[in-house]
């Protein structure tokens, strides 16, 4: 089951396959979640549509965390500490997706 764990991008970012799309209008929205640990925080979400009839594997991902590549060349925001608990986070301005 380990190699259907999604946990990295293939030995160069380039080996992986491409199990779902999130489409030309993706329905974006900033969700407030309550974590596991009690901590609500702030998410990107948006609709995906996930191959599932090429890739019966994909069917494993609305059930693990996720993560966003972002493109770094034209990435804009700044790190900040929250006055809430003294936490950093990162204030997203603009940006592209190169994948997730």
């Known amino acids: 089951m380990d190699e259907l764990d999604f946990e990295d991008h293939g030995y160069a970012n380039s080996d992986g396959k491409i199990y779902g799309i999130v489409p030309e209008n ?19 979400c948006s609709d995906v549509i996930l191959f599932t009839a090429l890739y019966p594997e994909a069917n494993l991902i609305p059930t693990k965390p996720q993560s966003m590549e972002i493109y770094s060349k034209d990435l804009e925001g700044e790190w900040m500490i929250s006055e809430e608990d003294g936490e950093p986070y990162f204030l997203f301005k603009k940006g592209r997706l190169l994948g997730l």
């Open 26 to 44: 993706p329905n974006f929205a900033w969700e407030k979640h309550l974590d596991k640990d009690g901590i609500e925080r702030e998410y990107a």
